[in-house]
T-cell receptor, first 113, second 116 residues
Framework: QQQVKQSPQSLIVQKGGISIINCAYENTAFDYFPWYQQFPGKGPALLIAIRPDVSEKKEGRFTISFNKSAKQFSLHIMDSQPGDSATYFCAPRTGGATNKLIFGTGTLLAVQP | DAGVIQSPRHEVTEMGQEVTLRCKPISGHNSLFWYRQTMMRGLELLIYFNNNVPIDDSGMPEDRFSAKMPNASFSTLKIQPSEPRDSAVYFC???FGWGSPAYEQYFGPGTRLTVT
């Protein structure tokens, strides 16, 4: 199964707060777990990604937490800024000889000043 | 690098007309993807190519849609005949490294298609 469930659908956070977006999946063959960020009128762009042999990865204010047994991974944005306001997608990659990403439904984040 | 280039950026056409969307991937990338984004269905993969060969077209909605990649630097997505329900933003993306750990896909700016 390819299903990917992302939550919440939308999120409002005050400047300086923590934004948390979750992604649950069913396909145990997924082998790469990225988050993409999309600004209005632009294409998605890779924000941060993790491999399944690591439980956490941090890049600046952005952290991925990965729970293989629960088949979940989440994006944490620390010290959220108005410039972080965008739509975020989890997009796990199907395994094997392919580079196919299965995009979640997206989370619209609004960071209020 | 100029990134992934798509043209046109906006297309308005009447139902029944043929529409051709164009994509130039990043030089050196060997995988190319076509996506469609709508509010109702989100971001859907339509088809992807590796080394100019279509690998998976299971996302192509119906026979009205076709895609080609005649060489490593150009791809087209054609809709004939177009219908109002085809209205969406169509993205092209490219990546380097078939089977490589570096799977990042680079997206173009998209083509906003409106079929009236």
């Amino acid at each position: 199964q390819q299903q990917v469930k992302q939550s919440p659908q939308s999120l409002i956070v005050q400047k300086g707060g923590i934004s948390i977006i979750n992604c649950a999946y069913e396909n145990t063959a997924f082998d790469y777990f990225p988050w993409y960020q999309q600004f209005p009128g632009k294409g998605p762009a890779l924000l941060i990604a993790i491999r399944p042999d690591v439980s956490e990865k941090k890049e600046g204010r952005f952290t991925i937490s990965f729970n293989k047994s629960a088949k979940q991974f989440s994006l944490h944005i620390m010290d959220s800024q108005p410039g972080d306001s965008a739509t975020y997608f989890c997009a796990p990659r199907t395994g094997g000889a392919t580079n196919k990403l299965i995009f979640g439904t997206g989370t619209l984040l609004a960071v209020q000043p | 690098d100029a990134g992934v280039i798509q043209s046109p950026r906006h297309e308005v056409t009447e139902m029944g007309q043929e529409v051709t969307l164009r994509c130039k991937p990043i030089s050196g990338h060997n995988s190319l993807f076509w996506y469609r984004q709508t509010m109702m269905r989100g971001l859907e993969l339509l088809i992807y190519f590796n080394n100019n060969v279509p690998i998976d077209d299971s996302g192509m909605p119906e026979d009205r849609f076709s895609a080609k990649m005649p060489n490593a630097s150009f791809s087209t997505l054609k809709i004939q005949p177009s219908e109002p329900r085809d209205s969406a933003v169509y993205f092209c993306a490219s990546s380097f490294g078939w089977g490589s750990p570096a799977y990042e896909q680079y997206f173009g700016p998209g083509t906003r298609l409106t079929v009236t």
